[in-house]
């Protein structure tokens, strides 16, 4: 069985084709993408009183005057992650002013794209012969959730509420993480993990022959490590460069330690792309640059029950 596991590319449609090619690049016959699969911006479009179109993103500014333009803009924010919405000035000011009427919208493109990401997975592979998970993370709204239910009837796997078998081994996933300065929808606190592990561990026959596909790292590795950040939520550095702390779970590591499952599949940290070792048991964190349209990811072989080969690759 070759596997390809990926994470973490919050709303970039680029990344997101390119993950699908992998089945025919790489010859996988499996596919997971394990968390955070919504973005994070909303980009207005907004329409001038000449009749053109005026956005700002980053810092920088752009005029369209006609729909092809407009249309291509959207296409480039779209394979970034972001999201667009072509409007007024006067539902620029609603949304200026109402963080409710942005969630709400928000929410309504996460819907659409995940929607139109499915289906055009499932119009491309044969999810008969390929074995494809999709996961939320602890970015993603609880709104995505019932579209990837919906898909399930088309072969892909929803993996929050089942354990899945992959060549014999116990596939078991879970989205939530320890908390982070952004208050994301699927946070719990150490205490919450630990309690919340446990209860899907105890779905397990056997926890030590099991894949833990845990969107949150384990602590204190290789796979855990990102900019410290102050109160302002800014880069805490010096004259020897930004510093650098474990952010990951005590409770995944302590999870990991006790039952030494077979490996361990994780993401949530784009900056740790890697892999290390707790205990005895092989952590893999593929990272992501899915701004820059980059698709990171793992190869990971099993032949007959055991460990074959991993590599990774990005492109």
Request: glycine share 8%; proline share 4%.
């Amino acid at each position: 069985m070759r596997i390809f596991f990926s994470t973490d590319v919050h709303g970039a449609t680029l990344v997101w084709r390119k993950w699908i090619t992998a089945v025919s690049m790489y010859g996988a016959d499996t596919l997971i993408l394990s968390g955070d699969l919504t973005g994070k911006v909303l980009v207005p479009i907004v329409k001038q009183e000449d009749g053109s179109y005026k956005s700002t993103y980053f810092g920088t500014s752009w005029t369209f005057k006609t729909e092809e333009e407009i249309a291509d803009f959207e296409r480039r924010l779209e394979d970034g992650g972001a999201y667009s919405i072509v409007c007024d000035k006067a539902k620029l000011e609603e949304l200026k002013n109402s963080p409710e009427e942005v969630s709400k919208v928000m929410k309504e493109k996460m819907v659409e794209r995940i929607r139109a990401w499915l289906d055009l997975l499932v119009e491309r592979i044969d999810t008969k012969k390929v074995l494809t998970v999709v996961m939320p993370g602890n970015d993603d709204e609880f709104v995505i959730d019932p579209v990837i239910k919906e898909f399930e009837g088309k072969g892909i796997v929803y993996p929050l509420d089942k354990v899945i078998t992959l060549d014999g081994h116990e596939l078991l996933s879970f989205e939530y993480v320890n908390p982070t300065p952004w208050d994301t929808p699927r946070e719990l606190d150490e205490r919450g993990l630990k309690e919340k592990i446990e209860e899907k561990i105890s779905f397990l026959k056997n926890p030590h022959n099991a894949i833990f596909n845990f969107h949150c790292p384990p602590s204190d590795t290789k796979i855990d490590i990102a900019p410290k950040l102050d109160r302002n939520m800014r880069l805490v550095g010096g004259l020897d460069g930004v510093k650098l702390v474990h952010v990951g779970s005590k409770s995944v590591r302590s999870a990991i330690e006790k039952y030494r499952p077979f490996l361990g599949l994780h993401g949530h940290i784009h900056e740790s792309s890697g892999f290390d070792r707790v205990s005895d048991t092989l952590v893999i964190n593929p990272g992501s640059e899915y701004g820059e349209g980059t698709l990171r990811g793992y190869i990971i072989e099993l032949e007959e029950g055991s460990l074959k080969n991993y590599w990774k690759i990005q492109g």
